[in-house]
C-alpha cells in the first residue's frame, strides 16, 4: 500500500474549500442554540411547572435521540407535513443548509441549556443570600449575580460542546451538502484512496479542535482574574 | 400507524442490532478506557504519549469521519491483504457492525480514558495504603481497592459515555449496517411516509436512552449505599 | 428595654419554624429596641441562626408574626423588599462577590436598590471602608484579602445600605483567630456608635462588653434571657448553667 503524497496535496484544498461552509454551520448554529438554551434555562429555573415541563421534555428528547436522526427528520421528514411544506419555514426547510441549521441549532440548544443550567447551580448559595440580604429583587440577583458567575462556571463544558458542534457539521455530509467532510467522500468515491484523504482531513479537523480549545483557555483566563488569589 | 403493520418485525431485529453493538462496543470501551487511563497515569513517557495521541485524535475528530476511516480503510487493507494470497480477489468487504464497534469504542474509549484517569486520581490514597500494608499484591490493590472506589467516582460521567455510545450507533447505519435506520429507509421507499418512520427510529432511540439513564440512577444508589448512613 | 412603639425595631411574636417534621423554632417572642444590642447564644441546632435567617426572610416563619419597624414581614415581595431595605446581615462565609471588587462589592445594592447616582454611591462605599478601615483594599479583589479583611469589607458592604439593624451570623466563626479582634474591634465601633444590632456568636467577651442583653438559645426556645452582668454571674436556668460552663471553661 503506497501513500499518495500527491492526492494529499490536491485535496487538502479541495476539501478546504468546504470550510467556510463547515463554519458557517458552526457558527450560525452556535449562536441560535445559545440564544435558544438561555431561553430554556429561564423557563427551566422559572418555578413554573408550565414553563419547566416543557422545557424538561424539550431537553429529554434532543439529548436522548441521536443527532444524525434529528436531521433525518428535519431533512426527509418534515416535507411529508402539509403543514410544513405550506408555513412560512417552508424556504428554510426545503433547502438541506437550512435544515441543518434547524437540527443543529435545536440540539446544541438543549445540550448548553443543561450546561447553564449546572453553571447556575454552581453558584454559591451564600452569594445569593447575601444579595437578597442587601435588598436585591430576583431578577437583579439572577442578572448581576448568579450569571456572571454562572457564566464562567460555564465555560469549561460550554467549550465541550463547541467541540462537538463542530464535529456535529460533519454530518451535514448526509444530507447532500458539500462541507469539508462530503467533500472528501467524493474525493474518496472517485479514487479509492480513503486513507490519504480522510487521515488529512482528520488533520484539518483536529486543527480546527484545537483553536478553538485555545480560544476558550484565553477567554477562561481572562474571566477567572479575579479568582486567582494573590496570598 | 397503519403504515407500520408489517415493518415492526423489521424494527426489532433492527433494534436488536442497535443492542448488540451497543454492548460489544461496551465492552471495548471499559477495555480501552482502562487501558488509556493506566497508559496515562503511568510513570512511563511512552506510554503517556501514545494515550494523550489517542485523546486528542478520538476527541477532536468527527465520529462520522472515524466510522467512514476504519470502515474503508480495513476494507481496502483486508483486500490488499487478501490479495497477497489469492490475487483474483477484488474485494473484501469489513463487516460494519465489527468496524463499527471498533471505531466507536476507540471514540468513547477516549473520552472514558479522561474520566477513569480522573476517577483514579480521585481514589483516596490511604486506602491503597492500608491495603499494601495487609499484604495485598500490585494487582490485587488495583481490583480489590481501586477499581471498586475508582467507580463510583466515575460512574455518572460514564452514565454519560454511555448515552453517547447509545446514539452513535445510529451513524453506523451510514457505512450499511442493518439496523434501524437502514429499516426505516426501506419503509420509507414502500410507504412514502418518512416523517412517521424516522420518528419511530427516533422513539426506539429515546427508549434506549431512557433505559440506560434509569439503569445509570440505580447503579449510582448502589454505588453509594454504604454512604448512605452518613447521611 | 423600652416598650415605646416608634423605639422597637424588631419584633417577634410567637413564632415557630418547621423544617418538615422538625421544629427548629418554638413559641419565640423577642424584642429589640433601637440602639440595643443583643447577642443569642447557644448550643449547635438551638436555633439562633434560624431565628435570624427569619427576620430577613432568608426563612419564612411557619406561624406567628415579625415585625420589622413597625412593618409586618410576610409572603408579599413587597414587605420582604422594604424589610430588607432596613435590615443589614453579615454571614460567616462573608460571601463578598468574588467578581466584583471590593469597592464593587460595596456600591452594588445602593445602585440597584436604593438608585443612587455612581458618585454618590462610590463617595458612601469609601466612606464606609474608612469606617471599617479597609479603604486602601478598595479596588483589590476579594480574593486577595485574608478572611478578617474580607469580613470588615462585609460589614462595611452592609453598611452602605443604611440599616436600622445589622444581623450577625457568627461572624468570627470562620476566621483564624489572630483575625477575630480585628473584626470584633469594628463590631464594637458600631455598637458604640449607636447601631442597633443582633449577633449570633459564641464570643462570650464581646458579650459580656459590649451587649444590652443576652439571649439564650436551646432546642429552638428562648431559655433566658438577660442584662450580661446578670446572665454571667447568675443564670437562672440549669441549661445556661450547663451552657455556660462548657463553653467558658476553656
Known amino acids: 500500500m503506497s501513500f499518495d503524497l500527491d492526492l494529499i496535496l490536491d485535496s487538502i484544498p479541495q476539501m478546504l474549500m468546504g470550510l467556510g461552509l463547515t463554519l458557517q454551520l458552526l457558527f450560525l448554529s452556535l449562536a441560535i442554540g445559545t440564544a435558544l438554551a438561555i431561553i430554556l434555562l429561564l423557563m427551566r429555573i422559572s418555578g413554573r411547572w408550565f414553563l419547566s415541563a416543557p422545557a424538561m421534555v424539550y431537553i429529554y428528547i434532543f439529548r436522548g435521540t441521536p443527532i444524525l436522526v434529528q436531521i433525518f427528520i428535519i431533512y426527509y421528514g418534515l416535507p411529508q407535513l402539509e403543514l410544513v411544506r405550506e408555513s412560512i419555514l417552508w424556504p428554510i426547510l426545503r433547502e438541506p443548509f437550512g435544515c441543518a441549521i434547524v437540527a443543529l441549532s435545536l440540539n446544541t440548544g438543549a445540550y448548553v441549556s443543561e450546561i447553564f443550567r449546572g453553571g447556575v447551580l454552581g453558584v454559591d448559595r451564600g452569594l445569593k443570600e447575601a444579595a437578597a440580604a442587601l435588598g436585591l429583587s430576583t431578577r437583579q440577583r439572577f442578572i448581576y449575580i448568579t450569571a456572571p458567575i454562572a457564566i464562567r462556571l460555564s465555560l469549561p463544558a460550554y467549550s465541550n460542546d463547541v467541540v462537538s458542534l463542530m464535529k456535529s457539521t460533519a454530518l451535514a455530509s448526509t444530507i447532500t451538502l458539500l462541507d469539508m467532510t462530503g467533500i472528501a467522500r467524493t474525493i474518496v468515491a472517485e479514487t479509492y484512496a480513503p486513507y490519504e484523504v480522510f487521515l488529512s482531513l482528520m488533520v484539518i479537523y483536529l486543527v480546527l479542535t484545537w483553536m478553538i480549545q485555545r480560544s476558550f483557555g484565553w477567554i477562561e483566563k481572562r474571566m477567572s482574574r479575579h479568582v486567582r488569589s494573590e496570598i | 400507524m397503519e403504515v407500520l403493520t408489517g415493518w415492526w418485525d423489521d424494527f426489532f431485529w433492527g433494534s436488536l442490532v442497535v443492542v448488540e453493538l451497543f454492548f460489544v462496543a461496551l465492552i471495548l470501551t471499559v477495555l480501552f478506557g482502562l487501558i488509556g487511563s493506566a497508559a496515562k497515569l503511568s510513570k512511563n513517557r511512552f506510554a503517556n504519549a501514545i494515550a494523550n495521541g489517542y485523546t486528542i485524535v478520538f476527541r477532536g475528530t468527527p465520529e462520522i469521519l472515524v466510522l467512514l476511516l476504519f470502515y474503508f480503510g480495513s476494507a481496502i487493507a483486508l483486500t490488499a491483504i487478501a490479495q497477497v494470497f489469492d490475487p483474483e480477489v477484488k474485494f473484501v468487504d469489513f463487516p460494519p457492525f465489527w468496524a463499527g464497534s471498533l471505531a466507536i469504542a476507540l471514540i468513547i474509549g477516549s473520552y472514558a480514558t479522561e474520566t477513569f484517569r480522573g476517577a483514579f486520581l480521585g481514589v483516596d490514597p490511604g486506602q491503597v495504603e492500608a491495603a499494601r500494608a495487609l499484604g495485598l499484591s500490585n494487582l490485587q490493590t488495583f481490583i480489590y481497592v481501586r477499581i471498586p472506589a475508582m467507580w463510583r467516582l466515575a460512574l455518572p460521567p460514564f452514565g454519560n459515555h454511555m448515552l453517547s455510545l447509545i446514539k452513535d450507533t445510529a451513524l453506523v447505519a451510514i457505512i450499511g449496517l442493518e439496523e434501524t435506520l437502514f429499516v426505516a429507509e426501506q419503509a420509507i421507499g414502500y410507504t412514502a411516509k418518512p416523517f412517521t418512520l424516522y420518528l419511530v427510529v427516533g422513539a426506539i432511540y429515546l427508549g434506549f436512552s431512557t433505559i440506560i439513564t434509569l439503569t445509570v440512577m440505580l447503579c449510582e444508589k448502589y454505588a453509594n449505599r454504604h454512604l448512605e448512613i452518613a447521611k | ?250
Open chain 3, 1 to 250: 428595654m423600652s416598650d415605646n412603639q416608634q423605639d422597637v425595631i424588631v419584633q417577634v411574636e410567637n413564632v415557630d419554624k418547621f423544617f418538615g417534621d422538625f421544629q427548629a423554632l418554638k413559641a419565640v417572642n423577642l424584642t429589640v429596641a433601637r440602639g440595643e444590642r443583643v447577642v443569642v447564644c447557644g448550643p449547635s441546632g438551638s436555633g439562633k441562626s434560624t431565628l435570624i435567617r427569619c427576620i430577613n426572610r432568608l426563612e419564612a416563619h411557619s406561624s406567628g408574626r415579625i415585625l420589622i419597624n413597625g412593618h409586618e414581614l410576610t409572603d408579599d415581595v413587597k414587605d420582604i423588599d422594604a424589610v430588607r431595605r432596613e435590615v443589614g446581615m453579615v454571614f460567616q462565609s462573608f460571601n463578598l462577590f468574588p467578581h466584583l471588587t471590593v469597592v464593587e462589592n460595596l456600591m452594588l445594592a445602593p445602585r440597584l436598590v436604593r438608585k443612587t447616582s455612581k458618585a454618590e454611591n462610590r463617595e458612601l462605599a469609601m466612606k464606609m471602608l474608612a469606617r471599617v478601615k479597609i479603604q486602601d483594599q478598595a479596588e483589590k479583589w476579594p480574593s486577595a484579602l485574608s478572611g478578617g479583611q474580607q469580613q470588615r469589607v462585609a460589614i462595611a458592604r452592609a453598611l452602605c445600605m443604611n440599616p436600622e439593624v445589622i444581623l450577625f451570623d457568627e461572624p468570627t466563626s470562620a476566621l483564624d483567630p489572630e483575625m477575630i479582634s480585628e473584626v470584633l474591634d469594628v463590631m464594637i465601633d458600631l455598637a458604640k456608635e449607636g447601631m442597633t444590632m443582633i449577633c449570633v456568636t459564641h464570643e462570650m467577651g464581646f458579650a459580656r462588653s459590649v451587649a444590652d442583653n443576652v439571649v439564650f438559645m436551646d432546642q429552638g426556645e428562648i431559655v433566658e434571657t438577660g442584662p450580661p452582668a446578670t446572665f454571667f454571674d447568675s443564670p437562672k436556668s440549669d441549661r445556661t448553667r450547663l451552657f455556660l460552663q462548657q463553653i467558658l471553661s476553656h
